[in-house]
């Protein structure tokens, strides 16, 4: 399905899926040149990207992404991330932007012809379905080319298109460099090493001990 020039269209990044999609593809994303890709698509209305921060550290590794990308063409959704120990006593750091990313896709809809999702989470299938019977067509950037598959079959059933995000690597990867948390000016990544595990999914509170 392709895009359209006078299409309206906005990107909704799950920041720590996509970053997880192209880890497993051993690339870095260039987000200058990811923007630049998209808006010669269509009517670039609007790029949010979602990611949760750790407010409480003194150095946060995703921070001066967050920061480039702020001052850079996107609109950055952000929350504190929740902490709790798990059975084993490891400290574990759990945070979810999946609420945020479906309501502004919902509020957007009406300003919209085309919403491009990146992420593979299989929750926002239903989504992807509201928001198809609004008349709206719905791509979903991710990877089957990774194992396992980071695309939930269901969610990629679902969309109007299946960007396979291999085949942007050559548009989108910057120059050099393997996958990581850090980032420098450019939205370039680079390995962190963390003693603490960071899982982005649902989650319910559980006391630290």
């Known amino acids: 399905m392709p895009f359209y020039p006078q299409e309206r269209l906005a990107l909704f990044i799950d920041g720590s899926n996509l970053y997880a999609a192209a880890r497993a593809l051993d690339f870095d994303i260039d987000y200058k040149r990811l923007l630049e890709v998209f808006a010669a698509k269509g009517h670039l209305v609007r790029a949010f990207y979602y990611t949760a921060l750790v407010e409480d550290q003194e150095y946060s590794p995703i921070r001066p992404l967050v920061d480039w990308l702020d001052y850079n063409g996107y609109t950055m ?6 902490e709790f120990t798990d059975s084993a006593g490891r400290r574990k750091i759990k945070g979810n932007m999946d609420i945020e990313l479906a309501i502004d896709v919902l509020e957007m809809a009406e300003h919209l012809d085309h919403v491009v999702i990146f992420s593979g989470d299989g929750d926002f299938r ?6 198809q019977s609004k008349g709206l067509r719905v791509s979903i950037v991710s990877t089957v ?12 059933r679902q969309a109007d298109n299946f960007i396979e995000l ?3 690597r050559a548009t989108i990867a910057r120059d050099g460099g393997h996958g990581g948390h850090d980032h420098d000016h450019h ?3 680079q390995d962190n090493d963390d003693d603490e595990d960071f899982v982005d999914d ?8």
């Open 202 to 209: 649902d989650y319910d509170d559980v006391e630290t001990a």
């Open 187 to 189: 939205g370039r990544q």
């Open 126 to 131: 239903r989504l992807v379905e509201a928001v």
């Open 166 to 168: 291999d085949d942007l």
């Open 77 to 82: 959704v952000t929350k504190p991330t929740k």
């Open 145 to 156: 080319r990774s194992q396992p598959p980071m695309v939930a079959d269901e969610l990629r």
